[in-house]
């Protein structure tokens, strides 16, 4: 159904009279047939199950959206069942408030609940009411209300709907066999284009975003790395650490200053709001509960929610169990621990992020980005096109579909820009291939008996979860800080709690770091100021380098030598980076024409480890060795890791030539900001030309979705 008709006819209310109707006929129904069958429910008659069913419609519409803010927190962590049960109360309640209708029992009230859910979805199935109509109904219409007062303006805002993890020919191949529908449908009918581009060497979501949002990914040689001077790892997705990073990277004009909206990313962008941002979830702006009581304080949204995350939980179990019935490898273990954590990724984080997306196109808000992690989170641990891999793909495909027909109601026209930050490359991980880990690998060679090592194994989604329990944990509620200790328990929430670094404060500093970013395996030693020297690693572990160098799984490893600069070093041959000299066979030809570019790079940043080594990438089928227990990974060179795309509107100018570097991608999106007519964006333009200061106004006129 087209948007504008779905509006006509949720906002009929003869129509609306005649859905209740029907509804409160079928719960009444179902309530008699649930009052045959459970002891511990009964009703006098068909006038009681009236009676009931108009009753708990009335209370779920004014009383429940008050009970789900309250115990908001509870709902999040436990992915939605409190809210379930609250419901169920609430429900209990008002059966017992009916002459002739009694309810006792927790668990009967709980299955009354879960069986009014499935009733309406089916009423609804029967009036022709589809999901979409529903979600529309449900969400944009409901958002919309309200906003009447919103100025209206003929400048373009721009969505930013990013892939996370998302290479370049995967989705080609994706469009090909129909599994981004959406995706394919712009590009056939020639509103968009799809452009590709060439990361930095460090392709992983960290680096990507402060080169995207910020224009500056300048000293972050991958997603974690050691700092000497600090005498501790920095994490990427730690909000701790996530605040330090925008805080040496943000000038304050990032990509989304002038008004924008973060939604689910690892940096703000110098958003002015912001939610499940790693680096915005420490510091309180407003009330962050209201963005997510938009999607908990709804008995549709909660009850919703809790069968798509049965449901995902068990789409986990069944794919992993396949796999291994089929002995399909590259593969890896997942436990029920992750199952839930996918759950999280792939239903309520996409969810709310997509209620939070509609608010802001309602609201005008000039600039958006908004991060989809359940593909990535799915490629890591099943593979990058494997088939519960491609049915997530699509369902984000359609939540982009959804977002497209929700900006015909924002009060200004919207370009959508689908892009991702990196790829993923394929491959059986290093410890599978070698029986032993890159750790164990140079603890041998170093004979140390202190080693750091620090690996992510995917554990995106879980830190997303801590990140939406921190911001939860601002209003300080006596439920926010029991939940809080619990989480902290659990292992699941308040990343931010923990420095970053998995060390104990005043704690001996290792003798060696080994951590983990994909196939780029990244080697300190804490103990020695300063970057180390090739001279002084040999002399220290006399066996390291020719261990690494020649290891079968090692492509190459940058080091710095006294005498010749930077070096990547592999089994083959040398290249001296510096004086553009190759002795032997150049270790980085098999990485592509830009390779030594990105090594170079890297070798200045003032945190460079003391050695980064890069996994081989092996040809028919391309294939990397992860440094993590991942199918799919990224972080180094080799395969699709590298190559993510932007799918933009035709009319948007993209460079003629090889697009190299998220740097690169921040000033196209800039420019494109500033031709659209935000002169916010413009070259020479201040702070104060931000929508909402003196010399910022809007233009009145017709909002048109484009």
């Given at each position: 159904?087209?948007?504008?008709?779905?509006?006509?006819?949720?906002?009929?209310?003869?129509?609306?009279?005649?859905?209740?109707?029907?509804?409160?006929?079928?719960?009444?129904?179902?309530?008699?047939?649930?009052?045959?069958?459970?002891?511990?429910?009964?009703?006098?008659?068909?006038?009681?199950?009236?009676?009931?069913?108009?009753?708990?419609?009335?209370?779920?519409?004014?009383?429940?959206?008050?009970?789900?803010?309250?115990?908001?927190?509870?709902?999040?962590?436990?992915?939605?069942?409190?809210?379930?049960?609250?419901?169920?109360?609430?429900?209990?309640?008002?059966?017992?408030?009916?002459?002739?209708?009694?309810?006792?029992?927790?668990?009967?009230?709980?299955?009354?609940?879960?069986?009014?859910?499935?009733?309406?979805?089916?009423?609804?199935?029967?009036?022709?009411?589809?999901?979409?109509?529903?979600?529309?109904?449900?969400?944009?219409?409901?958002?919309?209300?309200?906003?009447?007062?919103?100025?209206?303006?003929?400048?373009?805002?721009?969505?930013?709907?990013?892939?996370?993890?998302?290479?370049?020919?995967?989705?080609?191949?994706?469009?090909?066999?129909?599994?981004?529908?959406?995706?394919?449908?712009?590009?056939?009918?020639?509103?968009?284009?799809?452009?590709?581009?060439?990361?930095?060497?460090?392709?992983?979501?960290?680096?990507?975003?402060?080169?995207?949002?910020?224009?500056?990914?300048?000293?972050?040689?991958?997603?974690?790395?050691?700092?000497?001077?600090?005498?501790?790892?920095?994490?990427?997705?730690?909000?701790?650490?996530?605040?330090?990073?925008?805080?040496?990277?943000?000038?304050?004009?990032?990509?989304?200053?002038?008004?924008?909206?973060?939604?689910?990313?690892?940096?703000?962008?110098?958003?002015?709001?912001?939610?499940?941002?790693?680096?915005?979830?420490?510091?309180?702006?407003?009330?962050?509960?209201?963005?997510?009581?938009?999607?908990?304080?709804?008995?549709?949204?909660?009850?919703?929610?809790?069968?798509?995350?049965?449901?995902?939980?068990?789409?986990?179990?069944?794919?992993?169990?396949s796999q291994r019935r089929r002995d399909e490898r590259p593969r890896i273990d997942r436990d029920r621990r992750y199952a839930l954590v996918r759950a999280w990724a792939t239903v309520i984080q996409l969810d709310l992020q997509v209620a939070?997306?509609?608010?802001?196109?309602?609201?005008?808000?000039?600039?958006?980005?908004?991060?989809?992690?359940?593909?990535?989170?799915?490629?890591?641990?099943?593979?990058?096109?494997?088939?519960?891999?491609?049915?997530?793909?699509?369902?984000?495909?359609?939540?982009?579909?959804?977002?497209?027909?929700?900006?015909?109601?924002?009060?200004?026209?919207?370009?959508?820009?689908?892009?991702?930050d990196h790829g993923q490359s394929q491959g059986a991980t290093f410890l599978q291939r070698y029986g032993y880990s890159l750790q164990e690998l140079v603890d041998k060679a170093c004979d140390s008996a202190s080693t750091y090592a620090s690996?992510?194994?995917?554990?995106?989604?879980?830190?997303?979860?801590?990140?939406?329990?921190?911001?939860?944990?601002?209003?300080?509620?006596?439920?926010?800080?029991?939940?809080?200790?619990?989480?902290?328990?659990?292992?699941?929430?308040?990343?931010?709690?923990?420095?970053?670094?998995?060390?104990?404060?005043?704690?001996?500093?290792?003798?060696?770091?080994?951590?983990?970013?994909?196939?780029?395996?990244?080697?300190?030693?804490?103990?020695?100021?300063?970057?180390?020297?090739?001279?002084?690693?040999e002399a220290l572990h006399p066996t390291l380098i020719e261990e690494l160098r020649a290891h079968d799984g090692v492509g190459f490893l940058l080091v710095d030598s006294e005498r010749n600069g930077a070096l990547a070093i592999g089994a083959?041959?040398?290249?001296?980076?510096?004086?553009?000299?190759?002795?032997?066979?150049?270790?980085?030809?098999?990485?592509?024409?830009?390779?030594?570019?990105?090594?170079?790079?890297?070798?200045?940043?003032?945190?460079?480890?003391?050695?980064?080594?890069?996994?081989?990438?092996?040809?028919?089928?391309?294939?990397?060795?992860?440094?993590?227990?991942?199918?799919?990974?990224?972080?180094?060179?080799?395969?699709?890791?590298?190559?993510?795309?932007?799918?933009?509107?035709?009319?948007?100018?993209?460079?003629?030539?090889?697009?190299?570097?998220?740097?690169?991608?921040?000033?196209?999106?800039?420019?494109?900001?500033?031709?659209?007519?935000?002169?916010?964006?413009?070259?020479?333009?201040?702070?104060?030309?931000?929508?909402?200061?003196?010399?910022?106004?809007?233009?009145?006129?017709?909002?048109?979705?484009?």
């Amino acid at each position: 159904m087209d948007p504008k008709h779905a509006s006509d006819a949720f906002s009929d209310p003869l129509l609306a009279f005649r859905r209740l109707i029907v509804v409160v006929a079928v719960d009444a129904v179902v309530l008699l047939v649930l009052a045959s069958l459970l002891d511990r429910f009964t009703l006098d008659g068909a006038g009681a199950a009236i009676g009931a069913s108009l009753l708990i419609g009335v209370l779920n519409a004014l009383v429940f959206p008050t009970l789900a803010r309250l115990t908001l927190p509870l709902s999040v962590l436990t992915l939605g069942l409190a809210a379930v049960v609250v419901n169920a109360i609430l429900v209990a309640f008002a059966i017992d408030l009916v002459p002739g209708a009694e309810i006792r029992g927790l668990a009967e009230a709980i299955v009354v609940t879960l069986a009014l859910t499935l009733s309406t979805s089916a009423t609804s199935a029967l009036l022709a009411i589809d999901d979409d109509e529903s979600w529309y109904r449900n969400v944009v219409r409901v958002q919309s209300r309200g906003r009447e007062t919103v100025n209206r303006t003929n400048v373009p805002g721009v969505l930013f709907l990013e892939i996370d993890g998302l290479a370049h020919e995967v989705l080609e191949r994706a469009i090909a066999a129909e599994n981004a529908p959406t995706l394919a449908a712009w590009i056939e009918r020639g509103s968009h284009r799809l452009h590709r581009w060439e990361t930095d060497w460090s392709s992983q979501t960290g680096a990507c975003q402060a080169g995207l949002l910020h224009g500056d990914n300048d000293d972050m040689p991958a997603f974690r790395w050691w700092e000497k001077e600090r005498g501790a790892p920095i994490v990427t997705n730690h909000p701790k650490d996530a605040v330090e990073i925008e805080r040496r990277h943000s000038d304050g004009r990032g990509l989304l200053h002038a008004d924008g909206a973060s939604r689910a990313n690892i940096l703000s962008g110098d958003a002015a709001h912001s939610m499940l941002t790693m680096s915005t979830v420490l510091t309180r702006r407003r009330p962050i509960g209201r963005d997510y009581a938009a999607y908990f304080a709804r008995p549709y949204a909660t009850l919703k929610t809790l069968n798509a995350v049965v449901a995902e939980f068990f789409r986990e179990r069944w794919a992993a169990i396949s796999q291994r019935r089929r002995d399909e490898r590259p593969r890896i273990d997942r436990d029920r621990r992750y199952a839930l954590v996918r759950a999280w990724a792939t239903v309520i984080q996409l969810d709310l992020q997509v209620a939070a997306v509609v608010g802001d196109l309602l609201a005008g808000r000039p600039v958006v980005y908004t991060t989809f992690l359940a593909y990535d989170e799915v490629a890591h641990h099943s593979g990058i096109e494997r088939p519960d891999t491609l049915a997530v793909l699509r369902k984000v495909d359609r939540q982009i579909a959804r977002i497209s027909k929700a900006a015909a109601e924002a009060p200004r026209p919207y370009r959508l820009v689908v892009l991702a930050d990196h790829g993923q490359s394929q491959g059986a991980t290093f410890l599978q291939r070698y029986g032993y880990s890159l750790q164990e690998l140079v603890d041998k060679a170093c004979d140390s008996a202190s080693t750091y090592a620090s690996s992510g194994d995917g554990a995106e989604a879980s830190a997303y979860m801590g990140a939406s329990m921190t911001e939860l944990d601002r209003d300080q509620t006596p439920v926010t800080r029991a939940l809080g200790a619990t989480a902290e328990k659990l292992d699941l929430a308040h990343p931010a709690r923990d420095g970053g670094a998995g060390r104990t404060p005043g704690e001996d500093l290792p003798e060696v770091a080994v951590m983990a970013s994909g196939c780029l395996g990244l080697i300190s030693f804490p103990r020695e100021p300063g970057r180390m020297t090739l001279e002084r690693i040999e002399a220290l572990h006399p066996t390291l380098i020719e261990e690494l160098r020649a290891h079968d799984g090692v492509g190459f490893l940058l080091v710095d030598s006294e005498r010749n600069g930077a070096l990547a070093i592999g089994a083959g041959g040398v290249n001296r980076l510096e004086r553009g000299e190759v002795l032997g066979a150049d270790p980085l030809a098999p990485f592509g024409p830009n390779a030594a570019r990105h090594v170079l790079r890297t070798h200045r940043f003032p945190h460079c480890p003391d050695i980064v080594v890069n996994s081989t990438v092996w040809h028919e089928p391309t294939e990397v060795a992860a440094f993590e227990e991942l199918v799919g990974s990224h972080g180094g060179m080799g395969g699709p890791q590298s190559f993510p795309f932007v799918l933009a509107p035709a009319d948007l100018e993209w460079p003629g030539e090889e697009v190299v570097g998220a740097e690169a991608v921040h000033r196209i999106f800039r420019g494109w900001l500033a031709g659209l007519g935000q002169d916010a964006y413009a070259d020479g333009a201040t702070s104060s030309d931000a929508p909402g200061s003196s010399s910022s106004a809007a233009t009145p006129g017709a909002s048109s979705a484009s």
